[in-house]
């Protein structure tokens, strides 16, 4: 099945500056890579998707960029704030069953520090 | 629009015992995920039904199985409860995807359970 590798675990960065979080994946018919957001205690929710026909995407100061022949996508949060402390999943569209399911990394642990 | 509703929100149980947890979709979403969630393991699909059908199944054991209902509401059971089900289970619904629809999942709050 699908593995989707997540790095860092955890990532520390002072407010202002950039944060970059990386996603591996083995299912070369993966074609859709989102990216959610868990807050402390409260729900994950979507913040930025990608689909396989784009290579770059960006939503004010998140992008995401993919890179379909190394299988590999990216988090990109510029001009960081403490409010995007959070926990971002990645994940990806696995069409191992009949209609795909999203399958999604460990996650990453981001702390902005004031 | 109500968001996806989880019940019960905490629950305890003991080692053996069978648990069961319902999950109401937003209006209109006829699809439904299960998602286990524990730290460092991050989330760990279990199965997704549509039109009460199980579309697809995640690699864990048949003491973990869902169904859902024809108002697209789903419940998952946990039988012969371990302390290693001890998690957060998260409940998602999604609007079908057509090839190019992407399908975004709407969580809802989880259900935590903690087996001693």
């Known amino acids: 099945g699908e593995n989707v590798e997540q790095h860092p675990s955890t990532l520390s960065v002072q407010e202002g500056d950039s944060a970059v979080i990386k996603c591996t994946y083995s299912d070369s018919a993966s074609n859709y890579f989102p990216w959610y957001k868990q807050e402390l205690g409260k729900r994950p929710q979507l913040i930025i998707d990608i689909r396989s026909n784009v290579g770059e995407k960006k939503d004010q100061r998140i992008a995401v960029t993919l890179n379909k022949t190394a299988k590999h996508f990216s988090l990109h949060i510029t001009e960081t704030q403490p409010e995007d402390s959070a926990v971002y999943f990645c994940a990806t569209k696995y069409y191992g069953g009949s209609q795909g399911n999203l399958i999604f990394g460990k996650g990453t642990k981001l702390s902005v520090k004031p | 629009k109500a968001g996806v509703t989880q019940t019960p929100r905490y629950l305890i149980k003991t080692r053996g015992q069978q648990v069961t947890l319902s999950c109401s979709p937003i209006?209109?979403?006829?699809?439904v995920s299960w998602y286990q969630q524990t730290p460092g393991q991050g989330l760990q699909f279990l199965f997704e039904y549509f039109s009460e059908t199980q579309r697809n199944k995640g690699n864990f054991p048949g003491r973990f199985s869902g169904r859902q209902f024809s108002n697209s509401r789903s419940e998952m059971n946990v039988s012969t409860l371990e302390l290693g089900d001890s998690a957060l289970y998260l409940c998602?619904?999604?609007?079908?995807?057509?090839?190019?629809?992407?399908?975004?999942?709407?969580f809802g709050e989880g259900s935590r359970l903690t087996v001693l």
């Open positions: 998602a619904s999604s609007l079908p995807g057509l090839s190019l629809n992407t399908g975004e999942l709407f």
């Open positions: 209006s209109g979403h006829r699809s």
